[in-house]
């Protein structure tokens, strides 16, 4: 397994040739992704303004990308008047190294984890791993992936694609706490969860998080939640240490009234999530010691991409996933990246810079559905373009190159295409022999994956064109 | 059928209206441009087909050659800039007009290409949108005998959000059997170079619709964009299905037999 998991040299159609076999997964998808698509439909019918919201988060996020280095100093600087200590990480290696270095200052062989995305980019746990220390998920999902070694399917559901027969049959497998004849029904799993997780909250010494937001204003750090589990990690323990991508800025306390009413109505399609946890600093409870790191890892170069930045206001709620038909299929698996669907699309290569991840921009019909929920107007269809056009540039002459060159000569206006139209108009009886044949399913080239499920339509004898200059002699 | 104002001494509207036939149609479905002309024509307009257009670009564009659509932004700027209407019956080419075209042309540095997309792109309408907007008309006095279902394509909905403008001059046809297909606004599959470059994934979405389609009980399966309908039919084709494809326009103008 890679260390860090931000694309694989594997394509998504390779990968997607895979999923496609799990029948049982894309059930399990197609039912899930489809009651958060209801609930969230239901929930955002509620809001008045929503589409007000929606371009305020947006126009929020976009004005922060465009001050970014301002409002980081000032977080910086409110932070660490609040008490804490903050690092800044250009990479993942940069940002890894300074939590082992934080772990290994405090003697410590295991830490908790708060669920996040941020660390799983960067392979915090592996990072960890290679030096001694245990690094223990307590969100349910992710406890459920760590126990069956896979990465997150799902940036908010992580163990989408696992049923509930497959969790018992890991809890039984792996965590004491399980009784003997443990059944499947979803409480029974819960409390085994819970009895093995309240054993770690309570001896743990060190807990690591991400953040959804990082309020320039205050300095304030803010993780929403539903299980309780990360308001356990951020109280208990001694030392807090939160990896933080530096997109997660907002500036000021009240832009959290757009983003806390936005976040969970997208992502969990509740109308306020469980647990919001907000931290400053200086408290009487909770961690004595508040570390920090701001990470890069790839979003200053995203940053300078006109186009491409916009990528960076996602607020992670997953809704453009759970809308997606590609990632009903395929599952976030085929993505090979910590962000699958839609904005890992967008997003995983930019992070990893031209020439990789390359073939995500192309795993979209570009149907539109993503922009259309997405909570802070990411035009995702617009961005998926403009990177199809740098992988095309990045990878130089191709043969794919070359026939659209020709397409272009083709198409490019009526005459050229009038001789094309001809040409093909000569042929019409010959190629719909062949095609009623039979003869036209099995062709080499690009066109055999289309050809595998689909007949290619019956030639007209005449273009519109040609016909009506038929008509006019 | 329209108030007489401003028409020619044949009684047809003076209003200019070219049809963007798309290269695809022009070349694989010349009998939806045929209905098109009809429709049009039994409406009181006397569309044009200029004979310079080719291809919007989109396929180009979608597949990551941006550069190599900017001759065929001019070309179609050329071709349609002097109409009053530009008409289409291809939704997912109108949008690639009306969104797309305006970033090829700023990306080829030519001031007076930007310029001129952004006055036509405007005027550039998907077929139900001349008809319900600009006719102001729903049912066109069209008449036929079968059930149908309805496809509503992704561009159709969400790039220029046509709402339920054809499913409104659907459902105004005489004696036609609509019945609404599942998951009617997800995804088909096709995707242009998608189909080809992801053709699993396209042909598993493809299936669902399919089915949903059988499951209606329709003898047609009818969509505002042939290119999905090519996709659909493909699959329909080879599973050796009875069920039929066609577009709205084309039992709209009641061409077919």
Request: aromatic share 6%.
């Amino acid at each position: 397994m890679a260390k860090t998991y931000l694309g694989t040299p594997r394509s998504f159609a390779e990968a997607a040739h895979d999923a496609l076999k799990d029948t049982q997964m894309r059930a399990n998808l197609a039912r899930a992704t489809g009651t958060i698509r209801a609930k969230r439909l239901s929930v955002v019918a509620e809001v008045s303004d929503w589409e007000e919201l929606r371009q305020t988060g947006h126009d929020i996020k976009m004005s922060t990308l465009a001050h970014l280095d301002e409002h980081l100093v000032r977080f910086e600087s409110e932070f660490v008047k609040a008490g804490g200590t903050v690092h800044w990480a250009k990479t993942a290696k940069e940002a890894t190294d300074i939590v082992v270095k934080i772990a290994q200052v405090h003697g410590v062989s295991e830490v908790v984890k708060v669920k996040s995305l941020t660390t799983d980019e960067i392979g915090l746990n592996e990072a960890l791993s290679s030096v001694g220390i245990v690094a223990q998920e307590t969100d349910l999902a992710e406890l459920i992936v760590q126990l069956a070694d896979e990465h997150p399917s799902h940036i908010l559901v992580p163990a989408i694609h696992k049923n509930r027969t497959q969790i018992r049959n890991l809890f039984v497998a792996n965590l004491p706490e399980a009784p003997v004849g443990l059944s499947d029904e979803p409480r029974e799993l819960a409390m085994v969860a819970r009895a093995h997780l309240r054993k770690k909250f309570l001896s743990a010494t060190m807990a690591v998080s991400g953040a959804n937001f990082a309020v320039a204003e205050t300095g304030t750090l803010v993780v929403v939640e539903s299980e309780g589990n990360g308001r356990m990690c951020l109280t208990l323990p001694d030392v807090l240490v939160s990896v933080v991508g530096i997109e997660k800025i907002v500036p000021l306390w009240r832009d959290l009234e757009v983003f806390l009413q936005l976040l969970p109505r997208s992502s969990t399609g509740e109308r306020m999530n469980p647990y919001t946890s907000f931290w400053t600093g200086d408290a009487d409870d909770g961690p004595s010691e508040r570390h920090v790191i701001l990470l890069d890892n790839g979003r200053v170069q995203t940053l300078r991409d006109e186009v491409g930045r916009e990528a960076l206001a996602c607020i992670r709620c997953s809704a453009c996933m759970n809308v997606c038909p590609v990632y009903e299929r395929t599952g976030g698996h085929a993505y090979g990246s910590v962000y699958p669907g839609p904005i890992g699309a967008i997003i995983t290569p930019q992070l990893l810079g031209p020439g990789q991840a390359d073939s995500l921009p192309f795993a979209s019909t570009l149907c539109g559905a993503c922009l259309d929920v997405c909570p802070v107007k990411i035009d995702i269809p617009n961005i998926l373009v403009h990177l199809r056009a740098r992988a095309v540039e990045t990878k130089g002459i191709t043969s794919e190159l070359l026939l659209m060159r020709v397409m272009a000569r083709i198409l490019r206006d009526g005459n050229s295409l009038q001789h094309a139209q001809r040409l093909l108009s000569w042929n019409y009886a010959l190629i719909n022999a062949l095609s009623r044949l039979g003869f036209l399913k099995h062709l080499p080239g690009p066109s055999k994956g289309w050809l595998a499920s689909r007949d290619i339509p019956l030639l007209p004898r005449k273009s519109a064109r040609l016909a009506r200059k038929g008509d006019s002699r | 059928m329209q108030a007489p104002t401003g028409c020619d001494l044949d009684g047809f509207h003076m209003t200019s209206v070219a049809i963007f036939a798309t290269c695809f149609n022009d070349t694989l479905y010349p009998k939806t441009i045929a209905a098109t002309v009809i429709l049009l024509r039994k409406l009181g307009y006397k569309p044009e087909i200029p004979q310079s257009q080719g291809c919007c670009g989109q396929m180009h564009i979608n597949t990551g050659y941006p550069k190599l659509a900017i001759p065929m932004v001019e070309n179609f700027v050329s071709s349609f800039v002097g109409y009053d209407y530009v008409v289409s019956p291809s939704a997912s080419c109108v949008g690639s007009v009306r969104h797309q075209h305006a970033q090829v042309a700023s990306a080829s540095g030519v001031n007076s290409l930007v310029d001129a997309v952004n006055e036509l792109a405007p005027r550039v309408l998907d077929i139900s949108e001349f008809l319900i907007d600009v006719v102001g008309v729903e049912d066109v006095g069209a008449v036929f005998a079968h059930k149908v279902t309805y496809h509503t394509t992704c561009h159709s909905l969400r790039a220029i959000q046509v709402g339920d403008r054809p499913l409104r001059l659907l459902k105004a046809v005489r004696n036609i059997e609509y019945v609404p297909l599942e998951n009617s606004d997800s995804c088909c599959g096709f995707g242009g170079t998608f189909s080809v470059k992801n053709s699993e994934v396209s042909s598993a979405m493809m299936v669902d619709k399919i089915d949903a389609a059988v499951r209606t009980g329709a003898q047609w399966l009818v969509s505002g964009d042939n290119s999905c309908l090519m996709h659909l039919g493909g699959g329909l084709s080879r599973r050796g299905s009875s069920i039929k494809t066609a577009h709205l326009v084309e039992i709209l103008a009641g061409t077919l037999v």
